[in-house]
């Protein structure tokens, strides 16, 4: 299909509570990255799967953070007792072997900002 | 502590002339990514670099690779307006550079 799609786009969630984030990558599409990028930064990396399987999570900044794929498409970010420093923007992107090398695919991001 | 430094954080550069962004990184890895991201938007893939002396063009850009002295350059030929953008570089897809905001200056 088209490209990655992440849903919600925009998330004001007050402090303390839980929010989950989606992530469609192209369909066919192996490698499925996590980034949370803060105003102004570079994103960091969070969290990475190949298909199913969870193969760094390195990222995830505490506890309060997960991450699952459990079909190998579709995957979903969750956020436990938000904090303000978890306010980002919140990249997926999906990647395959492709032409010789890995190109990665991004989608538009979700916001989140917590109050 | 992987680290991955670009050079300059902030570019401006009058249309027409070409510059070079740096990118260094601290550890021994033969992928290097570029990425453009524009202004509210997200990332977008503009070259990967697989191994040691890798050379990439597309348009007015072109990146290259040294693994031995982990360093990748993004030399930018003729620059146009449409490039204002900020520019990163990655290690293996997981450890980005601060970014270089690039402005042209018509």
């Known amino acids: 299909g088209a490209g990655v799609s992440q849903s919600p786009r925009y998330k004001v969630a007050k402090r303390g509570q839980d929010v989950a984030l989606r992530c469609d990558p192209i369909?066919?599409?192996?490698?499925l990255f996590w980034y949370q990028q803060a105003l102004g930064q570079g994103p960091e990396f969070l969290t990475y799967?190949?298909?199913?399987?969870?193969?760094?999570k390195s990222g995830l900044p505490s506890d309060r953070f997960f991450a699952e794929r459990p079909e190998g498409s579709v995957s979903t970010l969750k956020i436990q007792r938000t904090q303000q420093e978890d306010s980002a923007v919140y990249l997926c992107?999906?990647?395959?072997?492709?032409?010789?090398?890995?190109?990665?695919?991004f989608g538009p991001g979700t916001r989140l900002t917590v109050t | 502590e992987l680290k991955v430094e670009q050079n300059p954080l902030f570019l401006s550069m009058q249309e027409g002339k070409n510059y070079t962004i740096y990118c260094n990184y601290s550890?021994?890895?033969?992928?290097l990514y570029w990425y453009r991201q524009d202004p509210g938007k997200s990332l977008e893939s503009l070259f990967v670099?697989?191994?040691?002396?890798a050379v990439k063009q597309e348009g007015r850009l072109m990146a290259s690779l040294d693994t031995k002295a982990r360093l990748s350059t993004l030399h930018i030929t003729a620059a146009v307006h449409d490039l204002s953008a900020t520019y990163f570089c990655?290690?293996?897809?997981?450890?980005f550079g601060t970014g270089t905001s690039l402005t042209v200056i018509p």
């Open positions: 992107a999906s990647s395959s072997w492709t032409s010789g090398s890995y190109e990665q695919y």
């Open positions: 369909s066919g599409h192996v490698s």
């Open positions: 799967f190949q298909n199913e399987a969870q193969l760094d």
């Open positions: 550890t021994t890895s033969d992928r």
């Open positions: 670099l697989l191994s040691n002396g």
């Open positions: 990655a290690v293996d897809q997981f450890y």
